[in-house]
């Protein structure tokens, strides 16, 4: 039977986690259980004489901490500010990293959204930084991974909502919407791929952006990452803010032909691919609170759709799903 994300106790600190603290220096602190997130990782506080860490559980085989590992200290190297990695034994998954504290750009807008355009450009500002370094040692991101993501859509979302959809059409749609940015993201920028307001702390300083949930980085196009912070899931980004950090973006790192064509492009497939995770999230993991999110994702990517440049999909859209489902924003689930 397949375990699931409900079948792990997110509060039950790992057998093993006090041995491992205490080769690491850490003997004798005090671990404290963290929200989990949408994955298999579950994340303690630790606190002891020398202050206070972050101990991460990534058990296999559901997890490997090794591309977090490998993407944390490149990161780290070339100044990006990943937690620093105190000790590690990915073989049973444990790592303990530096604890950023507790402001989180999430929080911190919610307290002070006067604050909201200021706060925006320091995290485009860290994403123009990134993307002046060479590609890090990652897997490029290339069409297969792309439509893999796509197909989450017709492979859950559609059968929730009782569709039959022409699924081969779907795949073709995005191929032709795909295709040609492929040539403009190479040699391509380290793309972090869940870079948003809940994946960033605020440390102040120079350093400004603490980095959060980057194993899963890849070689992409630079404007993959700007959609994820601008076209966020988990709260509302105010349509003439995206339109600044844009434009300020662009101004800091050079326009590119097609760039705002690639931002639809790539904004649709991300908001797609997000429908069908949160739905999966539910009917398979037992998480149904991101449910709730889906009509903010699916008019952010209707608003994608509008753009010419996804008129194949658009039109996919047109012939497969009712307009009063669209209308709806995404539909409705029985839970």
């Not at 699931?4 to 039950?12: F, Y």
């Not at 904004?267 to 009917?283: C, D, E, M, T």
Request: net charge negative; glycine share 8%; charged share 25%.
């Amino acid at each position: 039977m397949e375990l699931t994300l409900s079948d792990l106790a997110p509060a039950a600190v790992p057998a093993d986690a006090e041995a491992f603290l205490a080769r690491a220096g850490w003997g004798g602190a005090a671990i404290v259980p963290l929200d989990g997130d949408a994955s298999f990782r579950r994340y303690f506080r630790v606190n002891g004489p020398a202050g206070s860490a972050m101990l991460m559980d990534a058990p296999p085989p559901h997890e490997d901490p090794l591309p977090y590992l490998r993407a944390a200290k490149w990161l780290d190297a070339n100044g990006m500010r990943a937690p620093r990695i105190l000790a590690e034994d990915a073989a049973r998954g444990l790592v303990l990293i530096e604890d950023f504290g507790e402001a989180r750009m999430r929080e911190y807008l919610d307290a002070w959204p006067a604050d909201e355009e200021e706060i925006y450009r320091n995290a485009v500002d860290a994403l123009v930084r990134l993307h002046r370094l060479p590609p890090g040692p990652f897997t490029a991101y290339g069409l297969a991974e792309y439509q893999r993501e796509t197909r989450l859509l017709v492979e859950w979302w559609c059968p929730a909502q009782g569709l039959r959809v022409d699924a081969a059409g779907w795949d073709a749609a995005w191929q032709a919407v795909l295709a040609p940015l492929l040539a403009r993201q190479r040699p391509g920028v380290s793309v972090l791929r869940d870079y948003h307001a809940e994946n960033i702390m605020l440390l102040g300083g120079l350093e400004k952006q603490g980095l959060l949930d980057f194993q899963d980085a890849l070689v992409g196009h630079r404007a993959y990452d700007l959609v994820s912070l601008l076209q966020d899931a988990r709260r509302d980004v105010a349509p003439e803010i995206e339109e600044a950090m844009i434009a300020h973006y662009l101004a800091r790192a050079g326009s590119q032909p097609e760039f705002r064509a690639d931002y639809a492009r790539l904004g649709a497939q991300r908001n797609a691919k997000i429908v069908g995770i949160f739905v999966r999230l539910w009917q398979r993991d037992g998480k149904p609170r991101y449910l709730g999110m889906i009509p903010r994702v699916w008019a952010l990517m209707e608003r994608d759709l509008a753009h010419p440049a996804l008129a194949p999909v658009a039109e996919w859209f047109a012939a497969n799903v009712p307009g009063e489902l669209r209308a709806s924003g995404g539909g409705s689930y029985d839970q």
